[in-house]
């Protein structure tokens, strides 16, 4: 995967994100973000509980919400693809033939089974906000972000084990035993032992692809940061947020109807919050890929 094609497929996901909260989130939140954006109240949790409402509805376990989140689960697994065919240059054709190509079943499946670490992980971090933003006076972002990075951690760890097993399970279906032959002793090594679990958490971590004579399979890391999507999402939304609040503490940031489109923190906040979202993510994808080589 080349690094400029990654980096586009970033920018344009981070970007399209707030650009789908801007179109659907009510007038009355959107006013609150600007009140945050210009250093007043109400408190960020209180409006990120809103953006993601206004993305995937209220959390009930309705037809739509259970779309956008299964939605959310896949292209945060085809970015991480993305990464791992740059971060391990060579392997991501391969990977993509694997994929779409000669294991569809056992992809799919490991695809379907990887949903529910996802949908939950959404549920959690907007149950924690929500909480967060219930109480009196400042947020406790200490109690917060004890409790998301575990809950993320556990989740993201029983995603990459969900995909163990899958291969395991597989294994020993004969329609599938095939695709699933080219990694079923790397699996099992995994599963009975624990030295073994704790390098390939290393290795999902690290997104690195399984490398064999003449096979490569996809890295289970693509699946390790499925249910981190609502996590960075939170960390984009909040540092973008910091770093306009700075510049209009500053005075950079013009008032309302004097400023370019996408700085009016007015008219289109949530506009402005993605342009910043899409810098961040710029700068640290590419500071990243020039430490690594």
């Not at 959310?72 to 693809?81: M, N, Q």
């Not at 960390?235 to 700085?263: D, E, H, K, N, Q």
């Not at 949530?270 to 910043?276: E, K, N, P």
Request: overall charge positive; glycine content about 8%; some cysteine.
């Amino acid at each position: 995967m080349h690094p400029l094609t990654t980096w586009l497929a970033l920018a344009g996901s981070v970007w399209a994100l707030f650009a789908l909260a801007e179109e659907h989130i009510a007038t009355p939140h959107r006013v609150q973000i600007t009140r945050w954006l210009r250093c007043q109240i109400p408190y960020w949790p209180v409006t990120f509980v809103a953006v993601c409402d206004s993305i995937f509805g209220p959390p009930t376990l309705s037809g739509a919400y259970v779309l956008r989140a299964c939605i959310a689960s896949h292209i945060a697994a085809f970015l991480a693809l993305c990464l791992s065919g740059v971060f391990y240059p060579g392997t991501s054709g391969l990977m993509l033939l694997v994929l779409f190509l000669y294991a569809p079943a056992l992809v799919g499946f490991l695809a379907l089974v990887n949903l529910l670490p996802g949908a939950l992980s959404i549920l959690v971090h907007r149950a924690l906000l929500q909480r967060v933003s219930d109480r009196q006076g400042p947020p406790r972002l200490g109690t917060w972000l004890v409790l998301a990075s575990a809950t993320t951690g556990l989740l993201a760890v029983l995603a990459c084990m969900l995909g163990f097993l899958v291969v395991f399970v597989s294994s020993q279906i004969h329609s599938l035993q095939r695709p699933a032959t080219w990694i079923i002793g790397y699996v099992e090594f995994v599963i009975k032992d624990t030295a073994g679990g704790l390098s390939a958490l290393q290795e999902a971590a690290r997104l690195q692809p399984i490398i064999m004579p003449g096979m490569v399979f996809p890295s289970f890391g693509i699946w390790f940061y499925t249910p981190c999507f609502p996590f960075v999402w939170v960390w984009l939304y909040l540092l973008s947020g910091v770093l306009i609040r700075g510049a209009t503490a500053c005075g950079f940031m013009r008032a309302s109807g004097r400023a370019p489109g996408l700085l009016d923190i007015d008219a289109r906040p949530l506009h402005t919050l993605g342009a910043v979202a899409v810098g961040v993510v710029s700068v640290v994808y590419w500071t990243a890929l020039l430490w690594r080589r």
